[in-house]
């Protein structure tokens, strides 16, 4: 596997800035779903996260393991509760979400090399 998950992170941060002066109203509801729904609340963050990132395993987005790998580990999620994690989605997801589990260990072991997510 030699995606490079900090620049995966990266990259459409960018690119949705760019889409944020086109489409504004979409990109700022968006953002503020993203940012309502991901907030502390009865659920700590970092619980939202490790979700998301079960989530995005099943359905197999990328972006959205980086994504969600960098922002549960920024939120406080340890390895240990991130690999439980894939191990939830691997059981809903089957053999399509074990490969991609293996994505989101990778993507774990690299923003941890290189410390990007604290």
């Known amino acids: 596997m030699s995606i490079d998950y900090p620049q995966k992170h990266h990259d459409p941060q960018v690119i949705m800035g760019r889409l944020g002066c086109e489409l504004p ?60 994690t894939l191990g939830v989605a691997m059981m809903m997801g089957g053999g399509p979400a074990t490969i991609y589990a293996c994505e989101a260990f990778e993507a774990l072991e690299q923003f941890e090399k290189s410390n990007q997510a604290q």
């Open 25 to 84: 109203g979409a990109m700022a509801g968006s953002a503020h779903l993203h940012k309502e729904a991901g907030a502390a609340g009865t659920l700590p963050a970092k619980f939202k996260e490790l979700m998301a990132l079960g989530v995005a395993v099943v359905i197999r987005c990328d972006n959205c393991i980086a994504y969600h790998v960098h922002d549960a580990l920024k939120a406080g999620a340890t390895c240990p509760e991130i690999v439980e």
